[in-house]
């Protein structure tokens, strides 16, 4: 096991992704990438092990098989660079220079008032800007503050409200359909924490629910049924939600 540097959850060092917050665990993922690497290499000295088949197809079909094997090496490692810069962009950065740490140090700190007053004022609004802001646009990460999980909250929570229109679609796409079923699951298991619960509760009570159980067409009793599959308090595991409801995405109205 490891801890994910962004959220900082316990995970499986040889997986990808957190399965928490989505951030790219380096070393899974190096391990995976050398995986198919190696699953390839294999496959070409299974090739080379089979003289008969060889000599058949000529010189030119092993030229053909060699081109495409390397063409394939390079498709995979641009993807997976591509997928890492993707991912890394919008994240806060890992390692820090001593002049990095301080100003990270002193953002923290800023940052932290700010959500503090906005959680007293209870405005998601003003928490959920200090949060993004500070995850995806200055990629500071804020774990460790007061209000953290709170903040977080507000962030899922303005999120779903931004994508609860594409349930009106005539034809939703599957990621959307995962989108928006992970945000009503995280406020339906209340993985805001006891921290967001005077902001969040009267929400999930209020606004989620209506939504699982009237356009999701969840039933209290399907939510209940799926709680020890995706719930790892004080997480709800993304990857499982999928998962578990994929079949069910047809249904939503």
Known sequence: MTV?????????????????????????????????????KDNIEDT????????????????????????ILVILAILFGLELAREMKNHPKEFLSAEEQAYASAYKA?????????YDDKDIESMARIFDKAYSVDRVNLWGVDHYETGRAASYYMKLKQCLPNLDKTKM???????????????????????????????????????????????VEDMEGFRDKVFD?????????YKVTKKYFKNYM
């Open 233 to 241: 308090p004080p997480y709800v595991n993304r990857s499982r939600v």
């Open 4 to 40: 994910c540097s962004n959220c900082g959850a316990q995970i499986d060092k040889d997986i990808d992704k957190c399965p928490y917050c989505g951030y790219i665990n380096k070393e899974g993922a190096e391990k995976k990438f050398r995986s198919k690497l190696n699953k390839i």
């Open 110 to 118: 800023k940052a932290a008032e700010e959500l503090a007053k906005a």
């Open 173 to 219: 796409k599957k990621t959307e359909a995962e989108q928006i079923t992970y945000y009503c699951f995280y406020f339906y298991y209340g993985a805001y924490g006891e921290d967001g619960a005077q902001i969040f509760d009267p929400i999930r009570d209020e606004e989620i629910i209506p939504i699982i159980t009237g356009r999701l067409g969840f039933t």
């Open 48 to 71: 080379k092990k089979e003289p008969g088949r060889a000599l058949v197809k000529g010189v030119f079909s092993g030229v053909r098989i060699i081109l495409t094997v390397l063409g």
